[in-house]
């Protein structure tokens, strides 16, 4: 048996061999054997809110559309402000603190630059 890498994205040690590409069980991540690290290619991940405006660690962003939260029952309203967020390589962007609602995760698609 051949030692496979590991996984670009969790750097897990679990990966498998599906035919021509490589799978990885823990993050689902899948990607050509051989092939170089898209992301260590592109260099660091550029955040865009919905309006196309870069976000950075710090900023404040407003809310611009009413979200439903699961497992408490709000809602995070329309124009909610943000204030002091911190950019995450996750499936949601953003980390950040509401009033109200305490730590919470949001997307950048969801957010304006305020």
């Known amino acids: 048996m051949t030692a496979l890498p590991p996984c670009p994205e969790c750097q897990s040690a679990f990966t498998y061999d599906d035919g021509a590409q490589l ?17 260590a290619a592109a260099g660091p991940r550029i955040y865009k809110d919905a309006s196309g405006a870069i976000l950075q660690d710090g900023d404040s962003v407003t809310v611009i559309k009413d979200l439903k939260l699961k497992g408490s029952g709000g809602t995070v309203k329309m124009g909610t402000k943000v204030k002091n967020i911190r950019l995450v390589d996750s499936d949601h962007d ?3 603190k509401i009033d109200g609602f305490g730590a919470m995760s949001l997307k950048t698609m969801y ?3 305020a």
């Open 23 to 39: 799978n990885c069980p823990e993050c689902g991540h899948e990607w050509q054997a051989g092939a170089p690290a898209a992301e």
């Open 111 to 113: 957010v304006k630059k």
């Open 94 to 96: 953003i980390d950040c």
